[in-house]
């Protein structure tokens, strides 16, 4: 039922949320669905609508509400029981001159003169930490671990100049300063910090954790090397060294300060484009649809980024220097992101892997969102986390490949 001057924009269904009240308001906040600020009650279980005032009919985030149509299971799986103290905090982690924008997830029952693990979570590429970040951190932080999510430097909230710079030795630098500021935070045992990465973000976790040995356990989901990509015919149809050429004379030109597209606006753009690679559709359906969609992701990329990312090796050394216990969580559909290549040949390379999942059926980009598949992911870097951030670090089996 809606009062007078509201108007319907959603249904959703509600199933067996146990605990005593379910906290719409949260999921506003966090950006999973927007809703009115209206608590549902367990015996209020099945098909329920949401709505605005009237007064909103104009304003562009009521347009951006009436575009919203989120998948049943994915309210349900990102909304929590009202009363619980699941900790969110915004905070600001030096990064020499500048600062960067970071969440903090911290447990319902995070004491700060605890000794809490925590892992450090380093995001895909063009993402900001309200995204795949925040859905990831988020369930860490409901089976136990501190977790931090944090916009890269010359991205979303953080800051650093020129804007919208992908520069994956800047980028493995961020983990460490995020892996600083947890060192500080009381309640967190700075011997007992892993690391996530994912997509992109898996490949500089890999690059940092190799020389950065604070990491004490590492983990992968859809890993990538952006170098791999970078030098691949998608990326450089006619070789790498024109592409470096083409690059070279951008920058002569000083038109290398100028902002690409990472992938196609709509996916109306898409079509016009010709493109119909599924895995390049379901990244437009993510970031750029009110899927997950955050204005702080542009989508842009400086094209002086394209020069580091083409001279870049995620997965250099790894064989000598990358000790840790290693995870690696890849979707099992193969497609064009060279995800399941990427984190077959990390498993190869690493001298200590010692968990392999496979996703059957998951695609790259339904490994970011899909309860279906991230629940899998969740349930496997809980296990590992707990296995390899114990309370006392000792030594451990190396497992079976």
């Known amino acids: 039922m809606t009062g007078h001057g509201q108007r319907v924009i959603g249904v959703v269904t509600v199933i067996d949320i146990g605990d005593a009240e379910f906290d719409f308001e949260y999921c506003c906040r966090k950006g999973h669905v927007i809703v009115s600020t209206l608590v549902v009650f367990p015996e209020q279980s099945g098909r329920f609508e949401w709505s605005v005032a009237h007064n909103l009919r104009r304003t562009a985030e ?4 009436q575009r919203l149509l989120l998948p049943i299971d994915t309210v349900h799986a990102y909304c929590r029981p009202k009363g619980s103290e699941q900790m969110t905090r915004q905070v600001s982690i030096p990064r020499g001159e500048i600062d960067l924008a970071g969440e903090l997830h911290l447990p319902d029952d995070f004491d700060s003169a605890g000794s809490r693990p925590a892992v450090v979570l380093s995001t895909p590429g063009s993402s900001v930490k309200e995204q795949i970040g925040a859905t990831y951190a988020s369930r860490l932080a409901r089976n136990g671990f501190a977790a931090i999510t944090f916009d890269p430097a010359h991205q979303g ?40 990465g994912i997509c992109a973000g898996g490949g500089y976790a890999v690059h940092t954790a ?8 590492l983990a992968t989901v859809v890993a990538g090397d952006m170098g ?19 690059l070279a004379a951008t920058r002569l030109a000083g038109d290398d300060l100028d902002r690409l597209n990472w992938l196609p606006d709509t996916l109306d753009d898409a079509k016009a484009a010709g493109i119909d690679d599924i895995d390049t559709l379901q990244a437009i359906r993510y970031y750029r649809t009110p899927r997950g969609q955050h204005p702080n992701s542009t989508n842009r990329r400086l094209r002086r980024s394209d020069g580091l990312l083409m001279g870049y090796d995620a997965f250099h050394l790894v064989h000598q220097l990358l000790t840790q216990p290693l995870q690696v969580i890849v979707a099992g559909r193969r497609g064009s992101t060279g995800q399941y290549e990427a984190g077959m040949r990390l498993w190869e390379l690493a001298p200590n892997p010692v968990d392999l999942l496979v996703v059957e059926g998951a695609g790259h980009y339904e490994m970011y969102d899909e309860p279906e598949y991230v629940d899998q992911a969740i349930e496997r870097l809980a296990a590992f986390f707990t296995e390899y951030l114990p309370p006392e670090l000792g030594d451990h089996p190396t497992g079976i490949r």
């Open 62 to 65: 009521h347009r951006r509400l």
């Open 157 to 196: 909230g953080s800051g650093g100049e020129p804007r919208d710079l992908e520069d994956p030795y800047r980028r493995g630098e961020d983990i460490s300063y995020a892996i600083d500021y947890l060192a500080t935070v009381p309640g967190i045992d700075p011997q007992r910090i892993g690391a996530l």
């Open 210 to 217: 190799r020389t950065d040995h604070r990491i004490k356990a």
């Open 228 to 246: 791999t990509s970078w030098r691949s015919a998608a990326f450089s149809p006619d070789g790498p060294v024109a592409a470096l050429d083409r």
